[in-house]
């Protein structure tokens, strides 16, 4: 069994910072691209930055220059960086990893259960 627990959200207020974090354990035998999602009350889930395995990142243009992803290969675990937030930035966050579990062939998405980041202008 595969495992994506987040941590590092709160209430903040704009101009503020906060750094979330993602911890995957389990039955892991490759653990791909790493990422943070997010969804805002009636809006669709949108991603917010990506990191692959050698470090690629990629990142929505809304969050650029304001949120660094970044990842512990030793530790499993992807961070996400969040400065200048802005009320906008309030919604649910996700991590999300592409991994191979022991014993399997294919590749599959894992989803961690959110974490809520409230900006208050």
């Known amino acids: 069994q595969v495992q994506l627990v987040e941590s590092g959200g709160g209430l903040v207020q704009a101009g503020g910072s906060l750094r979330l974090s993602c911890a995957a354990s389990g039955s892991i035998f490759d653990l791909d691209t790493m990422g943070w999602y997010r969804q805002a009350p009636g809006k669709q889930r949108e991603m917010v930055a990506t990191?692959?395995?050698?470090?690629?990142?990629d990142y929505a243009d809304s969050v650029k220059g304001r949120f660094t992803i970044s990842r512990d290969n030793a530790k499993n675990t992807v961070y996400l960086e969040m400065n200048s937030l802005k009320p906008g930035d309030t919604a649910v966050y996700y991590c999300k990893a592409d991994i191979v579990a022991n014993g399997a062939t294919m590749v599959v998405d894992y989803w961690g259960q959110g974490t809520q980041v409230t900006v208050s202008s």
């Open positions: 990191i692959t395995d050698g470090g690629s990142t």
